[in-house]
């Protein structure tokens, strides 16, 4: 077994409440030792020393909002892809959306999706199963089975479940097998012909809005729900002020419920659209810059407990199209980090508290391994240097598709290395 020494290094683990300066031991896959403690035990004999020179030492990232192409659209992006931009931007381990052709409702998808990743991934890959049968809402997918092949959490990923019986058996059924429920909610009558948010700004471009209550109004019903079941229920991307307060509300009451939110909601608002630019023709929309600043708030306080990527390729035929006809979403998992520490440069969010959302309670929400630097934990860790300025540039990208936000948009903050089980599967 290899042992690697970091030494001089600031070490960030939410998991134990530690921002200090030490080292970290790398003992084969698993961590020995990680802390100011760990720089007392010295360098085994034969250990390879890295010297980090004060750059930071971060649990590697959990990304819990993923869409893959694979099965069904590889060409935007496959398993193995994914997994190439997830190490580059310092992600360890992702929660796959079911969102595939065919649907990830059944037990020989999530085997196939365990099986590529293992055969394919450079990071740890974690599929999610549907809540209803081809998404479509009307009728639940085995749980206990799915559970048992390896379903981390149930969701129907972009689609939002209109009946609240469906809703309420589901609470219930995830429940009983120790899942969550992560739900992305848009009434579809209200955001029917929405394509950015309701406001001054959309009637100035002449495009339709979407409403805040489109978001809020299923949200306020699944958390009444959770409330009623006793079922873990988790907002999976949250993008304003009202549907802050209702988390908070629900929180309060006593409700299994926790949220998320995508970073492009933290990093940008609705301005961002400009002279329509389909890039940022997301679900949920960018909104006005007082929900992004509660969105923080929110982040600060609790109220939110995850950021995700929402990372969701689309090819240029999809995004090269009048910004109406253009598809929603965009990629996320290489500038995750960048965007986000945005968010500790300005003052917003302290370090420890950006990295536990980034990594720690992801991976605890959802019962997975990572999130963590403490001895005897799985050796997934990111080498990054917080002050190192670079540039989104399309050629760099690796994912399979390019619809990013943040194309020419200066970030500080760099993955420096990512280790996954101990191995190294990306060096800048």
């Not at 079911?98 to 196939?112: S, Y």
């Not at 689609?159 to 469906?166: D, E, G, N, P, R």
């Not at 489109?214 to 304003?240: C, F, N, Q, V």
Request: with cysteine.
């Amino acid at each position: 077994m290899s042992v690697t020494v970091f030494q001089n290094a600031r070490i960030v683990d939410p998991s134990r409440g530690i921002d200090e300066t030490g080292s970290l031991i790398v003992d084969g896959a698993k961590i020995a030792a990680a802390g100011a403690s760990a720089r007392n035990q010295g360098a085994p004999e034969g250990a390879t020393i890295v010297e980090c020179g004060g750059m930071a030492i971060l649990p590697g990232l959990v990304d819990s909002r993923v869409f893959i192409g694979e099965p069904g659209a590889e060409y935007r992006e496959t398993i193995a892809s994914a997994g190439q931009a997830a190490a580059a931007g310092g992600v360890t381990s992702i929660v796959m959306m079911p969102d595939t052709d065919p649907v990830i409702d059944d037990i020989a998808l999530v085997e196939h999706v365990l099986r590529a990743a293992r055969d394919t991934a450079s990071v740890n890959v974690f599929p999610a199963a549907a809540i209803s049968k081809k998404l479509l809402g009307l009728e639940m997918t085995e749980f206990g089975l799915l559970r048992e092949a390896g379903a981390v959490g149930f969701t129907d990923g972009r689609h939002t479940i209109a009946s609240s019986s469906l809703m309420r058996r589901a609470l219930t059924y995830a429940r009983d097998f120790g899942a969550v429920i992560a739900h992305e909610t848009q009434d579809a009558e209200l955001s029917a012909s929405g394509v950015m948010n309701e406001g001054l700004y959309a009637s100035w471009l002449g495009l339709p809005g979407i409403p805040r209550e489109a978001e809020a109004i299923p949200l306020e019903r699944d958390l009444m729900l959770a409330r009623l079941t006793g079922g873990a229920y988790h907002a999976a991307k949250i993008s304003t002020a009202l549907s802050c307060a209702a988390v908070a509300r629900a929180k309060n009451d006593g409700a299994t419920a926790t949220a998320g939110v995508s970073i492009n909601n933290l990093a940008l608002n609705e301005n961002d659209v400009g002279e329509y630019r389909t890039f940022f023709r997301l679900s949920p929309p960018l909104r006005a810059e007082e929900d992004r600043l509660a969105m923080i708030e929110a982040l600060k306080d609790g109220t939110i407990d995850v950021i995700v990527s929402s990372h969701d390729p689309q090819d240029v035929d999809t995004k090269r199209l009048p910004f109406a006809d253009a598809a929603q979403g965009a990629i996320g998992l290489e500038t995750l980090l960048g965007a986000a520490l945005r968010l500790f440069h300005n003052g917003d969010v302290p370090l420890l508290r950006l990295t536990e959302v980034l990594s720690t309670a992801p991976a605890r929400l959802f019962g997975l391994p990572g999130g963590t630097l403490k001895p005897g934990a799985a050796a997934d860790l990111i080498v990054v240097d917080l002050d190192a300025p670079w540039v989104v540039r399309e050629a760099n990208i690796r994912s399979r598709s390019k619809n990013t936000c943040f194309e020419g948009a200066r970030m500080q903050g760099q993955v420096l290395q990512t280790v996954v089980a101990g191995s190294t599967v990306f060096s800048a």
